[in-house]
C-alpha cells in the first residue's frame, strides 16, 4: 500500500509503568507498525500483551515515554505526531475518533437518543432539528430506532452495545476505536455485533481498530491482525496468514512464535504461551502474591 494511504503510524513506542519495588516497567516495548485508510485492524494476546494499554495511548488517554503516534487524516497535509502534544491540539484530533468501550459507557441518567444526541450538542453548532434527524439515521443504522426513548438500564446488553456504537458513529469519525465489543455477550449477539461492525465499516468507509480476545469474532472481522506478547508485535500479517498458523499442526510449526499463536489461537492449554518461567515483569504483577 501507498505511504499515503497510512492513518496511524505507531513508531518504537515504548509506555513504562513502575512496579512495587519502584522500577520501571516496560508494558510496551518498542511496537511499531502502520495502519492504513479503511481496512479494519484487529489487535490481540492473552491478558497483560498490553493491547489495552496500546488502545488508550492511542487515543491520548495514556502518556508515552518514548516513541510517536502520528495520525494523517483526511484534513491533514502531512502526518502529526500526537505524543506530548497539548490537550486542546489532541482535542481537535479526536473529534476524528469514535469508540466503543467495552461496558458501552453510556450515561444512565439520558435515554439512548440523548446518549447519541451529545457529542453533536458538545462539539457541534447544529441545531436541535438537525441533531433529532441524525440521531435518527444513526440508531436506524444499528437497528436502535424503536429503543431511542429508553434508558440504559431498560437495555440489554447487546443493545447497550448498539446504542454506544450510534453514539460512537454520530460525528462521522475517520476511525473507530473498539475496545473488546464482544465482552459479556452470548455467542449470538456477539456475531450479531460483529455484524454490524463490518456493514458500519462498509457504509461509512471508516478506519477501524479492534482490540480483542474473542477469536470467532477476531476472524470474522478483521483484514489484518496484529499479535501482541510482552508489550512486543509477535506478529502482523492478514487474516488469511493467522488462519493458516490457526490450522496448522503445531508439530509442523518450529518456531517459538508460530507456535504461540497457534497455541492462542485455538485456545489450547499447554504451550509456550502458559509457560510461567516465561512470565514478563509485568505479567507477573498481574499473578496475586501466595500467602
Same mark, same amino acid.
Given at each position: 500500500?501507498?505511504?499515503?494511504?497510512?492513518?496511524?503510524?505507531?513508531?518504537?513506542?515504548?509506555?513504562?509503568?513502575?512496579?512495587?519495588?519502584?522500577?520501571?516497567?516496560?508494558?510496551?516495548?518498542?511496537?511499531?507498525?502502520?495502519?492504513?485508510?479503511?481496512?479494519?485492524?484487529?489487535?490481540?494476546?492473552?491478558?497483560?500483551?498490553?493491547?489495552?494499554?496500546?488502545?488508550?495511548?492511542?487515543?491520548?488517554?495514556?502518556?508515552?515515554?518514548?516513541?510517536?503516534?502520528?495520525?494523517?487524516?483526511?484534513?491533514?497535509?502531512?502526518?502529526?505526531?500526537?505524543?506530548?502534544?497539548?490537550e486542546d491540539e489532541l482535542?481537535?484530533i479526536r473529534l476524528k475518533?469514535?469508540?466503543?468501550?467495552?461496558?458501552?459507557?453510556?450515561?444512565?441518567?439520558?435515554?439512548?437518543?440523548?446518549?447519541?444526541?451529545?457529542?453533536?450538542?458538545?462539539?457541534?453548532?447544529?441545531?436541535?432539528?438537525?441533531?433529532? #434527524? =441524525? +440521531? $435518527?439515521?444513526?440508531?436506524?443504522?444499528?437497528?436502535?430506532?424503536?429503543? %431511542?426513548?429508553? &434508558?440504559?438500564?431498560?437495555?440489554?446488553?447487546?443493545?447497550?452495545?448498539?446504542?454506544?456504537?450510534?453514539?460512537?458513529?454520530?460525528?462521522?469519525?475517520?476511525?473507530?476505536?473498539?475496545?473488546?465489543?464482544?465482552?459479556?455477550?452470548?455467542?449470538?449477539?456477539?456475531?450479531?455485533?460483529?455484524?454490524?461492525?463490518?456493514?458500519?465499516?462498509?457504509?461509512?468507509?471508516?478506519?477501524? #481498530? =479492534? +482490540? $480483542?480476545?474473542?477469536?470467532?469474532?477476531?476472524?470474522?472481522?478483521?483484514? %489484518?491482525?496484529? &499479535?501482541?506478547?510482552?508489550?512486543?508485535?509477535?506478529?502482523?500479517?492478514?487474516?488469511?496468514?493467522?488462519?493458516?498458523?490457526?490450522?496448522?499442526?503445531?508439530?509442523?510449526?518450529?518456531?517459538?512464535?508460530?507456535?504461540?499463536?497457534?497455541?492462542?489461537?485455538?485456545?489450547?492449554?499447554?504451550?509456550?504461551?502458559?509457560?510461567?518461567?516465561?512470565?514478563?515483569?509485568?505479567?507477573?504483577?498481574? +499473578?496475586?502474591?501466595?500467602?
Open positions: 500500500m501507498a505511504a499515503d494511504d497510512v492513518v496511524i503510524s505507531i513508531v518504537n513506542l515504548r509506555k513504562y509503568f513502575e512496579a512495587r519495588d519502584g522500577s520501571r516497567i516496560a508494558v510496551l516495548d518498542g511496537i511499531q507498525f502502520d495502519i492504513h485508510r479503511g481496512e479494519t485492524l484487529v489487535v490481540m494476546g492473552g491478558s497483560g500483551c498490553g493491547k489495552s494499554t496500546l488502545l488508550n495511548c492511542m487515543i491520548g488517554e495514556y502518556s508515552v515515554n518514548e516513541g510517536e503516534i502520528r495520525y494523517r487524516t483526511k484534513d491533514m497535509e502531512g502526518a502529526r505526531n500526537i505524543v506530548g502534544m497539548g482535542n481537535d475518533f469514535g469508540i466503543l468501550f467495552q461496558s458501552g459507557a453510556l450515561f444512565n441518567s439520558l435515554s439512548v437518543a440523548e446518549n447519541v444526541a451529545l457529542p453533536l450538542q458538545e462539539h457541534s453548532d447544529v441545531g436541535d432539528t438537525i441533531i433529532d #434527524i =441524525v +440521531v $435518527t439515521l444513526k440508531l436506524q443504522q444499528v437497528h436502535m430506532l424503536p429503543h %431511542r426513548e429508553k &434508558m440504559p438500564g431498560m437495555l440489554s446488553g447487546g443493545q447497550k452495545k448498539r446504542a454506544a456504537l450510534a453514539r460512537a458513529t454520530v460525528m462521522d469519525p475517520e476511525i473507530l476505536f473498539y475496545d473488546e465489543p464482544s465482552a459479556g455477550l452470548d455467542p449470538v449477539t456477539s456475531a450479531a455485533i460483529d455484524e454490524l461492525i463490518i456493514d458500519l465499516s462498509k457504509k461509512l468507509s471508516v478506519t477501524s #481498530i =479492534v +482490540v $480483542t480476545h474473542e477469536m470467532d469474532s477476531a476472524f470474522r472481522i478483521a483484514d %489484518r491482525m496484529v &499479535m501482541l506478547e510482552r508489550g512486543r508485535v509477535l506478529k502482523i500479517g492478514t487474516r488469511d496468514e493467522f488462519d493458516d498458523l490457526r490450522k496448522a499442526d503445531p508439530k509442523t510449526l518450529k518456531s517459538r512464535e508460530e507456535k504461540l499463536i497457534n497455541q492462542f489461537l485455538n485456545g489450547h492449554s499447554s504451550g509456550p504461551l502458559t509457560d510461567t518461567e516465561g512470565l514478563s515483569e509485568y505479567e507477573k504483577l498481574l +499473578v496475586p502474591e501466595k500467602e
